[in-house]
């Protein structure tokens, strides 16, 4: 499918991407704005779900977090959540610039960290007409205590304050595998699936992903709550996908969560894991989304 490469700049750091136009637009259209969760990179299957929003007339601008891939900024490797969030307010603007795009027609697809982002992002910003969130971390804090052993937390708060000790006299920030095969290791995201996931798909798809994020970024996680703007979102229409075994981001979290959203509002539950939405699930994800999108954006 046509894409062209972009970037542009959030306020500093320069974002880099595609741009997808939507298939058979008849002058300016509606435009997804999407950006990937913790640690990966754009090719980690976005440009597929790009390709099915294109396809059915959507415009797409698909670019890669601060600090990783293509995109600028430092420290790499370091995912600091509301960075990410005000990159897609800065992401909205550039594609409002576009003459390809409609700015009154922007909807915003977050998934997993990023799923939490675009909670946030359709609360505050007003510019966002649909917002889809797949697999979200709704808290950090609860989330953590889902996937950490109480025993082992104390050992994290150590390792954190470690951390800003050092960086405050100039040493680098320490680092910490996104994943790793041994249960045994500390990881950021420490579950099997996630091993599998992320070590299959960059080996088949994305080589830039690297096993590492800063020790800050964790900190950072546990800290953030975007599910407390989901009150906020309404009148913006709100779809949330969620993962029926999903223990990455519990699903019994989000689906609490999106309680305390208002209407207008719809919450899907797809069988299988938090990884399923990206392949074995692709079609029903991303099917949904795009439905969501046409209906939402509509003129």
């Known amino acids: 499918m046509d ?19 939507g298939a058979d637009a008849a002058g300016p259209a509606a435009t997804v704005v999407m950006a990937h969760g913790f640690s990966a990179v754009k090719e980690m299957y976005l440009d597929s779900f790009a390709e099915v929003f294109a396809a059915a007339g959507l415009n797409v ?7 990783f891939g293509a995109s600028d900024g430092e420290p790499r490797q370091e995912i600091d959540p509301w960075a990410q969030a005000r990159d897609y307010r800065h992401a909205i603007t ?3 610039s576009l003459p390809e795009v409609d700015a009154a027609r ?14 946030m992002v359709g609360a505050i ?9 797949q697999v979200p971390m709704v808290s ?11 025993d082992l937390i104390a050992g994290f708060r150590s390792a954190f304050e470690g951390d800003r000790a050092a960086r405050y ?21 420490p579950t099997a699936d996630s091993f599998q996931w992320f070590t299959e798909t960059a080996a088949d798809r994305a080589p830039s992903w690297r096993n590492e994020v800063t020790v800050r970024s964790v900190e950072m996680f546990t800290e953030y709550e975007p599910g407390t703007y989901l009150p906020w979102i309404s009148p913006t229409p709100l779809l949330m996908l969620v993962a029926r ?5 519990p699903a019994e979290l989000a689906i609490a969560a999106f309680q305390r959203a208002n209407e207008p509002r719809r919450l899907v539950i797809m069988p299988g894991g938090h990884f399923d939405a990206y392949v074995k699930g692709f079609e029903a994800s991303s099917s949904a989304a795009r439905d969501w999108f046409t209906e939402h954006l509509s003129p």
């Open 3 to 21: 894409r062209r490469d972009v970037e542009f700049d959030a306020e500093g750091t320069m974002l880099r991407g595609w741009f997808y136009p």
């Open 61 to 67: 601008l698909v670019y890669d977090n601060r600090n």
């Open 94 to 96: 550039y594609a409002g």
């Open 106 to 119: 922007i909807g915003i697809w977050g998934s997993s960290y990023s799923g939490g982002h675009v909670l």
């Open 245 to 249: 075994e999903d223990h990455l981001t």
């Open 169 to 189: 006299t100039g040493a680098a920030p320490a680092m910490v595998p996104v994943v790793s095969e041994n249960p045994m290791v500390a990881a950021a995201l």
């Open 140 to 150: 950090g804090h609860d989330n953590m205590r889902a996937l950490v052993r109480a």
């Open 125 to 133: 910003d007003r510019r966002v007409k649909a917002v889809v969130c």
